[in-house]
């Protein structure tokens, strides 16, 4: 009989979130919606993809996005966010892991988001080299309640399987 061995997995949860800003495009999994505001910061801002470096990085071990892409870095001032997740997609792929699966959930009382979850499912899928149906892209409202039910910003969580690329 052939011997079984055990899968190696690690998981990661990253978490992001950014106030509205005017005179920005609103671009969240890589994808640009239709908004009248965009989100402040020093990238591009999406929200999603931060979450996503995030989760990389956690089940590496290796810190968070700000670590690796500083704000205070001009190489990043209005940077693609895709750029960060090409980056640590390296980093995953030179220790050995590959991603399983992800689950991203958007919380924002506007705009409405599920036009877009498909879009934005197909581009997660692409920066990661995933099948569609390994790519989960939700989104929710608090009901009125917080930063992003008062409509001042976007939150978003992300969780990533990464499983040993040889097995």
């Known amino acids: 009989m052939k011997a079984v061995t055990a899968m190696e997995w690690r998981v990661g949860i990253g978490v992001d979130a950014h106030r509205f800003a005017d005179n920005r495009p609103l671009k969240l999994c890589g994808i640009i919606i ?13 929200v999603a993809l931060h979450a996503l470096c995030d989760a990389l990085l956690g089940a590496l071990a290796l810190g968070d996005i700000g670590q690796h892409f500083p704000d205070t870095d001009p190489r990043y001032k209005d940077a693609d966010s895709a750029q960060f997740v090409r980056a640590v ?3 995953v792929q030179e220790r050995g892991w590959r991603v399983s699966n ?12 599920s036009p877009y979850r498909e879009p934005m499912r197909r581009q997660v ?7 569609l149906d390994a790519v989960s892209v939700k989104a929710t409202t608090t009901d009125g309640m917080g930063f992003t039910g008062r409509k001042e910003g976007i939150a978003a969580i992300a969780v990533v ?7």
Do not use: C, F, N, Y
């Open 102 to 113: 992800v689950d991203i959930t958007l919380i924002a009382q506007t705009p409405k988001l």
């Open 161 to 167: 399987m990464l499983v040993r690329s040889d097995r």
């Open 89 to 91: 997609m390296a980093m």
């Open 34 to 46: 239709p908004h009248p505001q965009g989100l402040h910061g020093h990238s591009d801002a999406d």
């Open 125 to 131: 899928a692409e920066l990661l080299e995933l099948s």
